[in-house]
């Protein structure tokens, strides 16, 4: 314990990243245990995966909407204030999904949605508001590997819970364990003041999204090789977290005690490789290694199209996602490398690389739920394998060395 407590005082930056981490931590069991529990639910009441990808998709297109807004509205706005607010928004959204549960109506799926896509938003701003403020430039890989291991430990334990829980026990059951993970990200909220950096204050008169949509743009045209890079990750997470989710829930009553770990499978390799990589320490090639880990995960999602057996499958899915977990840390370091060169600016930039995520959720999830209905999950799998493959491959040889910022533009844009 005393090496522990010396090593946080000569490391105070760590510590901080450790306690943000935690109080993510229990805040996305909770988030896990929704998100395997909403697609089931909506492909119960349905009979459609592409109903299902569509009506998912929704929360996306409020978080786009949102991001629009958000980099204004949050310009001062510290990340314990977001984790705040996100912890009563998804707590909101659960409650949505229970009276969705107890009355299957499509209004009340798209309001849990709605709610849904606020709270992604809340946290994603957080998480880079955190970073871009209080870790070192020289630290920030490694610190998105650290919190990248804290949250795939909570969408590795969520979907178990939920496979335990969900049709064992009442909604109501499963509404207290959510209330009892987000009572302790409360708590730990409360008491992490001093690891937060960043005066609060709101503003609501300089909202612009027209504005906005000018900036993204701008953006766009020096980052775009990590934006494309993010919509594919962003395909890759949403089939795993719709179709995915669903064919766990086959598997599981089909497939022997292993069918269950089918999702939980893609969070393993994180669970591990965020600290590898904060004793790695990589600082440079940060995006062509990152292309060249998601050529690889693309293969091995090729090869789950051709996997017979439920062990193999899990196997093809947990080298999938091992390049997969290397490469998410590796593009938030380039992320958060851009947005420490933009000053104050940053959070356009932030609400631009979140809305990349939303636009992969709002084109993919429907489009993964069409294919879906014609040829099966796992078939489904391997067109997006192939997809990720080809797009990788191409930007290897296209992409620029350095993304250079229009920092004259950008120092006009103080609104």
Not at 230 to 252: P, Q, R, V, Y
Not at 286 to 294: A, H, M, N, P, S
Request: net charge positive; hydrophobic share 55%; with cysteine.
């Amino acid at each position: 314990m005393k090496h522990i407590t010396n090593f946080f005082k000569s490391n105070p930056v760590w510590y901080k990243v450790i306690l943000f981490s935690s109080t993510l931590f229990f805040l996305q069991i909770a988030d896990a245990i929704i998100s395997y529990w909403a697609p089931n639910e909506i492909e119960r009441n349905f009979a459609s995966p592409a109903a299902m990808g569509f009506i998912i998709g929704f929360q996306s297109v409020v978080g786009f909407i949102a991001d629009l807004f958000f980099p204004h509205i949050f310009k001062k706005t510290k990340s314990r204030i977001l984790i705040f607010w996100g912890t009563l928004v998804i707590l909101t959204t659960s409650l949505f999904l229970v009276g969705a549960s107890a009355k299957p109506f499509v209004a009340i799926f798209l309001a849990t949605m709605f709610f849904w896509g606020i709270y992604y938003e809340l946290i994603t701003f957080a998480r880079f508001q955190f970073v871009g403020s209080v870790v070192p430039a020289n630290m920030r890989t490694g610190s998105w590997g650290i919190m990248g291991t804290f949250t795939n430990l909570a969408y590795f334990l969520g979907p178990l819970i939920a496979v335990e829980i969900l049709y064992v026990k009442s909604n109501l059951f499963v509404e207290g364990v959510i209330g009892v993970f987000l009572f302790i990200a409360f708590l730990l909220v409360i008491f992490s003041k001093k690891a937060h950096d960043a005066p609060a204050q709101i503003s609501f008169k300089e909202v612009n999204p027209l504005k906005e949509l000018t900036h993204w743009f701008t953006l766009y045209k020096c980052v775009w090789p990590a934006i494309v890079l993010s919509l594919l990750m962003g395909f890759i997470d949403s089939t795993f977290w719709t179709i995915g989710a669903i064919w766990t829930e086959k598997l599981s009553t089909q497939g022997g005690s292993w069918g269950m770990f089918f999702l939980p499978m893609y969070q393993v390799p994180a669970l591990f490789v965020g600290f590898l990589l904060a004793k790695w320490g990589i600082h440079k090639g940060k995006k062509i290694l990152t292309e060249k880990l998601l050529i690889l995960a693309g293969v091995f999602l090729i090869g789950l199209a051709f996997a017979k057996t439920v062990g193999l499958q899990l196997g093809m899915v947990f080298f999938a996602s091992l390049s997969i977990s290397v490469a998410y840390p590796l593009l938030d370091g380039v992320y958060s490398d851009i947005v420490s060169r933009m000053g104050k600016e940053k959070n356009h930039l932030i609400g631009l690389t979140s809305s990349t995520i939303n636009i992969s959720y709002i084109v993919w999830p429907p489009i993964a739920g069409l294919i879906c209905s014609k040829i099966g999950e796992m078939g489904t799998f391997g067109i997006l394998g192939a997809l990720v493959v080809a797009v990788s491959f191409v930007l290897l040889f296209i992409t620029p060395k350095k993304l250079r910022l229009p920092q004259g533009e950008i120092q006009t844009w103080k609104d």
